[in-house]
């Protein structure tokens, strides 16, 4: 795992010495997220400047350094992230005579083959893995920049006007862009109404008008010739594409055989992503999805994996006591640590040094202290990320499409009649309710912070159709215009649906992992793992995986109110099923409670109508009400507020 970061300078651009010190300044700026060594490459001629931050992982040795150059001279390749098969193609590409002289043992060296052997878009469909990375074509005059999959990795790139001439600037987090005299950081609007609705900004825009992330399963052709040519981003592979071959091919045999198959696919895997040259273990919460890693790890180790959680004293947030007994029950070498709300409140003040745009996925608090307490231990960590998008894991999963086929016959007078009902009791009230009935409702009716889903509910009930009863769940602020100043954001554009893509569920599990979890999961663990310097993998993203399930019926998803039943029934081949049957807990703190105690004054602070009208970027009057509303505890806003308290700490970090 490493930062890249570069530019391509059209013109005269600058002298050789402010060259060298500008692409050195870019680099430095992801020190962070490659602190072992760094490398730099101009093409002067052309403009083209390459910067590298290494965090050795495969092949510590010199000979795994970048930028690295092909065997031919003609490519140079800086590369962010791990090609899993490179070994595999490594032997292809020995077996047909396309082979260099192998200098070392390094995935990037395999890459540069690849693309000498097969071309650019014919390698980057040959590669299993997560990466970012910019190639450059010595011969061609060209630069490549190229995305993963599944978004796993970050990649922002784009074009200004500085004192030099125009260029190019891209980069693995965006202060990197930020470095370069031709940025340009002002805010676009639209970008930060959509950031209000969903908590993050979703690609291809950035908070910055200037500035774009590559989408996944892209890459981008960028000419040293003319500044005005900006080339939009080509497919190599779509998730839209890999839905439609699986519903076109669907899986024909037994349940029990289609969990064989996938068990077999996930041991490769895991098998795979376990291939590192320094220490390696995993997260573990004690849930489907990280046990389930943990338990295929351990099945092909010779010794106890290594595995991480973090507790809560709030037994809300808190799994660490699950989690303990998995891996009790699998032999793990385990740590915990019970993060105090000191920790946590610690944190804070970091993220807009971590997550260079603005987000507030409230999770993003544990996995920094689980991130930080594993890089004490190990350089990797496996993760269970994109079990929940793949496998029907969220609640909307297998509640939702029942809600609304009720929903979808309602008059609407009856419906605001049932959201009224729902509001008279504030969410505080409704944790009551449901805290005295607790002992007599059956465990799939137990839920985390009811008062709070049951206030959701009432803002689902309006919904006009399918798309915006899933826009109201998955959205902060339904209507972020009355929020941001001098903005219409208007509807957010929807991915390209899949032809013969229906059912409400399959239709929100292909919603949720074409732009939930690229731009908010991925995002998430990839800022705060590296933000500490370690490298996070996610065996259920291999695109192999992806595609396989996306040939399963729904029924082996969601059965009886619970999603994922096809990684459950693989899973209690390793754990007994009464060490993972609990209601979904998710990963969050408690904002909600930090809000109206220790965080209260700093929230005041960030919040001041007076601070916000010279700002000039949102209205004061909702955002006051909001603050008003929650601090009395007649409503949880907590995630609405996180949402602009981390758009304002931001500011004043970046502004």
């Given at each position: 795992?490493?930062g890249?970061?570069?530019?391509?300078?059209?013109?005269t651009?600058?002298?050789?010495d402010?060259?060298?010190?500008?692409?050195?300044?870019?680099?430095?700026?992801?020190t962070?997220r490659?602190?072992?060594?760094?490398?730099y490459f101009?093409d002067?001629?052309?403009?083209?400047?390459l910067?590298?931050?290494?965090?050795?992982i495969?092949?510590?040795?010199?000979?795994?350094?970048?930028p690295?150059?092909g065997?031919?001279?003609?490519?140079?390749?800086?590369?962010?992230?791990?090609?899993?098969?490179?070994?595999?193609?490594?032997?292809?590409l020995?077996?047909?005579?396309?082979?260099?002289?192998?200098?070392?043992?390094?995935d990037?060296?395999?890459?540069?083959?690849?693309?000498?052997?097969y071309?650019?878009?014919?390698?980057?469909?040959r590669?299993?893995?997560?990466?970012?990375?910019?190639?450059?074509?010595?011969?061609e005059?060209?630069?490549i920049?190229?995305?993963?999959?599944?978004?796993e990795?970050p990649?922002?790139?784009?074009?200004?006007h500085?004192?030099?001439?125009?260029?190019?600037?891209?980069g693995s987090?965006?202060?990197?862009?930020r470095a370069?005299?031709?940025?340009?950081?002002?805010i676009?609007r639209?970008?930060?109404?959509q950031?209000?609705?969903?908590?993050?900004?979703?690609a291809?825009?950035?908070?910055?008008?200037?500035?774009?992330?590559?989408?996944?399963?892209?890459?981008?052709?960028?000419?040293?010739?003319?500044?005005s040519?900006?080339?939009?981003?080509?497919?190599y592979?779509?998730?839209s594409?890999?839905v439609?071959?699986?519903?076109?091919?669907?899986?024909v045999?037994?349940?029990?055989?289609?969990?064989?198959?996938?068990?077999?696919?996930?041991?490769?895997?895991?098998?795979?992503?376990?291939?590192a040259d320094?220490?390696?273990?995993?997260?573990?919460?004690?849930?489907?999805?990280?046990s389930?890693?943990?338990?295929?790890?351990?099945?092909?180790?010779?010794?106890?994996?290594?595995?991480?959680?973090i507790?809560?004293?709030?037994?809300?947030y808190?799994?660490?006591?699950?989690?303990?007994?998995?891996?009790?029950?699998?032999?793990?070498?385990?740590?915990e640590?019970?993060?105090?709300p000191?920790d946590?409140?610690?944190?804070?003040?970091?993220?807009?040094?971590?997550?260079?745009?603005p987000?507030?996925d409230?999770?993003?608090?544990?996995?920094?202290?689980?991130?930080?307490?594993?890089?004490?231990?190990?350089?990797?960590?496996?993760?269970?990320?994109?079990?929940d998008?793949?496998?029907?894991?969220y609640?909307?999963?297998?509640w939702?499409?029942?809600l609304?086929?009720?929903?979808?016959?309602?008059?609407?007078?009856?419906?605001?009649?049932?959201?009224?009902?729902?509001?008279?009791?504030?969410?505080?009230?409704?944790?009551?309710?449901?805290?005295?009935?607790?002992?007599?409702?059956?465990?799939?009716?137990r839920?985390?912070?009811?008062?709070?889903?049951?206030?959701?509910?009432?803002?689902?009930?309006?919904?006009?159709?399918?798309?915006?009863?899933?826009?109201?769940?998955?959205?902060n602020?339904?209507?972020?215009?009355?929020?941001?100043?001098?903005?219409d954001?208007?509807?957010?554009?929807?991915?390209?649906?899949?032809?013969?893509?229906t059912?409400?569920?399959?239709?929100?599990?292909?919603?949720d992992?074409?732009?939930?979890?690229p731009?908010?999961?991925?995002a998430?663990?990839?800022?705060?793992?590296m933000?500490?310097?370690?490298e996070?993998?996610?065996?259920?993203l291999?695109?192999r995986?992806?595609?396989?399930?996306?040939?399963?019926?729904?029924?082996?998803?969601?059965?009886?109110g619970?999603?994922?039943?096809?990684?459950?029934?693989?899973?209690?081949?390793?754990?007994?099923?009464?060490l993972?049957?609990?209601?979904?807990m998710?990963?969050?703190?408690?904002?909600?409670?930090w809000?109206?105690?220790?965080?209260?004054?700093?929230?005041?602070?960030?919040?001041?109508?007076?601070?916000l009208?010279?700002?000039?970027?949102?209205r004061?009057?909702?955002?006051?009400v909001?603050?008003?509303?929650?601090?009395?505890?007649?409503?949880?806003?907590?995630?609405?507020?996180?949402?602009?308290?981390?758009?304002?700490?931001w500011l004043?970090?970046?502004?």
């Amino acid at each position: 795992m490493c930062g890249i970061t570069g530019f391509l300078q059209y013109g005269t651009g600058p002298g050789p010495d402010e060259a060298d010190r500008l692409l050195r300044r870019m680099t430095d700026c992801l020190t962070h997220r490659g602190p072992d060594a760094d490398g730099y490459f101009q093409d002067r001629e052309a403009g083209l400047a390459l910067g590298h931050r290494r965090l050795s992982i495969v092949d510590l040795s010199p000979q795994g350094a970048q930028p690295m150059h092909g065997a031919d001279g003609r490519f140079v390749l800086v590369f962010n992230g791990e090609i899993y098969n490179f070994l595999e193609l490594r032997a292809e590409l020995d077996q047909a005579g396309l082979a260099p002289s192998w200098r070392g043992g390094s995935d990037t060296e395999v890459i540069l083959a690849a693309f000498a052997a097969y071309g650019v878009e014919a390698a980057l469909g040959r590669f299993v893995g997560m990466f970012a990375l910019a190639l450059w074509d010595r011969r061609e005059q060209v630069l490549i920049l190229a995305r993963d999959r599944m978004g796993e990795k970050p990649l922002y790139y784009g074009w200004g006007h500085g004192p030099d001439g125009p260029a190019l600037f891209f980069g693995s987090e965006l202060k990197a862009l930020r470095a370069h005299p031709a940025f340009d950081p002002a805010i676009n609007r639209a970008a930060l109404a959509q950031y209000l609705r969903f908590h993050y900004v979703p690609a291809p825009r950035s908070i910055y008008s200037a500035a774009r992330k590559l989408p996944p399963g892209t890459w981008l052709r960028l000419s040293a010739g003319d500044p005005s040519v900006r080339p939009e981003p080509r497919a190599y592979w779509t998730l839209s594409g890999a839905v439609a071959a699986g519903l076109n091919d669907p899986f024909v045999g037994s349940e029990e055989e289609a969990s064989r198959d996938l068990e077999t696919l996930l041991l490769r895997a895991v098998r795979n992503q376990m291939i590192a040259d320094v220490p390696l273990g995993a997260f573990l919460s004690g849930g489907v999805d990280s046990s389930l890693v943990v338990a295929l790890m351990q099945a092909q180790s010779s010794r106890p994996v290594r595995t991480f959680t973090i507790g809560f004293d709030d037994a809300t947030y808190n799994e660490a006591k699950e989690a303990a007994r998995v891996a009790a029950h699998l032999g793990t070498d385990h740590t915990e640590l019970y993060a105090t709300p000191e920790d946590g409140l610690a944190v804070v003040s970091r993220l807009p040094e971590l997550y260079d745009e603005p987000f507030s996925d409230a999770s993003q608090i544990p996995t920094f202290l689980v991130s930080r307490l594993t890089r004490q231990h190990v350089t990797v960590a496996l993760s269970g990320d994109g079990g929940d998008e793949i496998f029907a894991g969220y609640n909307r999963h297998f509640w939702g499409a029942a809600l609304w086929s009720r929903l979808d016959g309602l008059p609407q007078p009856l419906r605001a009649l049932g959201a009224a009902t729902l509001r008279s009791l504030s969410p505080a009230a409704w944790n009551r309710v449901f805290a005295a009935c607790d002992p007599l409702l059956p465990a799939s009716l137990r839920q985390r912070l009811p008062g709070y889903k049951l206030h959701k509910l009432a803002e689902l009930l309006p919904a006009r159709d399918r798309a915006d009863f899933y826009l109201r769940m998955v959205s902060n602020w339904p209507d972020p215009g009355l929020v941001v100043q001098d903005n219409d954001p208007g509807r957010p554009a929807w991915p390209e649906i899949p032809p013969g893509l229906t059912g409400f569920t399959p239709w929100m599990q292909f919603m949720d992992m074409a732009t939930y979890l690229p731009d908010d999961i991925m995002a998430k663990v990839d800022r705060a793992s590296m933000g500490v310097s370690l490298e996070t993998r996610a065996p259920f993203l291999d695109h192999r995986v992806v595609e396989a399930a996306w040939r399963l019926p729904l029924s082996m998803k969601v059965a009886g109110g619970q999603g994922k039943r096809i990684l459950r029934r693989i899973l209690y081949r390793y754990v007994p099923q009464a060490l993972i049957e609990r209601p979904k807990m998710g990963f969050g703190a408690p904002i909600d409670a930090w809000l109206r105690g220790p965080l209260k004054s700093w929230a005041e602070g960030l919040l001041d109508p007076g601070l916000l009208r010279r700002q000039g970027y949102l209205r004061p009057e909702p955002v006051r009400v909001a603050w008003d509303e929650h601090v009395s505890g007649r409503r949880d806003n907590h995630y609405r507020l996180w949402n602009i308290l981390m758009f304002q700490a931001w500011l004043a970090r970046w502004g």
